[in-house]
Antibody, heavy 128, light 106 residues
Framework: EVQLVESGGGLVQPGGSLRLSCAAS????????MDWVRQAPGKGLEWVGR??????????EYAASVKGRFTISRDDSKNSLYLQMNSLKTEDTAVYYC???????????????????WGQGTMVTVSS | SYELTQPPSVSVSPGQTASITCSAD??????ACWYQQKPGQSPVLVIY???KRPSGIPERFSGSNSGNTATLTISGTQAMDEADYYC?????????FGGGTKLTVL
């Protein structure tokens, strides 16, 4: 079964740090771009950022709202995705989802570029 | 920054057709996709590349995209389709979501 399971959420004070993890199973993790998407309580979806795969140099992209504070990384040997969040603000309070992105082989990336598998999410609360 | 605009809410009677729009400048030149999210659940992809349905998504879900507007259409809407729906597109290397539309089946 294709599955993504997030962990690491919790309560953190403003200015603090937190590291989220996402464990993947049931598919070849190393062949996919991986993304983080968040959802503040009662609000809509907001893309946080992405990491591409080894064939694309593990390059990353970030939303303007988190650039310089959040870092996305991955460990293909552990089928895991990470989100390091620093200098957290109250507005970062949200459920954080990891999502499977585009499939890319060693030579070619294939359509579509969508979020076709989502985890169950992990809640991050930034509050004093 | 690129913005996708959706109506906050749409209502439909059971068995009727629901249409949810997503608007942005030259959206028709990009691929649009749609996600369904029911309360307390994670989003589910229901339409990708404007018109395509992932396996397991009922045929009553369809999509279109032209000009400045992408549309999600649900034919023969069922009570189980009541949910929030989000459109999404890529602008350069950034994913953009619409604000979401709450579909009420009544």
């Amino acid at each position: 079964e294709v599955q993504l399971v997030e962990s690491g959420g919790g309560l953190v004070q403003p200015g603090g740090s937190l590291r989220l993890s996402c464990a993947a199973s049931g598919f070849t993790f190393s062949d996919h771009y991986m993304d983080w998407v968040r959802q503040a309580p009662g609000k809509g979806l907001e893309w946080v950022g992405r990491t591409r795969n080894k064939a694309n140099s593990y390059s990353t992209e970030y939303a303007a709202s988190v650039k310089g504070r959040f870092t996305i990384s991955r460990d293909d040997s552990k089928n895991s995705l990470y989100l390091q969040m620093n200098s957290l603000k109250t507005e970062d309070t949200a459920v954080y989802y990891c999502a499977r992105g585009r499939y890319c082989s060693s030579t070619t990336c294939y359509s579509p570029d969508t979020f076709d598998i989502w985890g169950q999410g992990t809640m991050v609360t930034v509050s004093s | 920054s690129y913005e996708l605009t959706q109506p906050p809410s749409v209502s439909v009677s059971p068995g009727q057709t629901a249409s949810i729009t997503c608007s942005a400048d030259k959206l028709g030149e990009k691929y649009a996709c749609w996600y369904q999210q029911k309360p307390g659940q994670s989003p589910v992809l229901v339409i990708y590349e404007d018109t395509k349905r992932p396996s397991g998504i009922p045929e009553r879900f369809s999509g279109s995209n032209s000009g400045n507007t992408a549309t999600l259409t649900i034919s023969g809407t069922q009570a189980m389709d009541e949910a929030d729906y989000y459109c999404q597109a890529w602008d350069s290397s950034t994913a953009v979501f619409g604000g979401g539309t709450k579909l009420t089946v009544l």
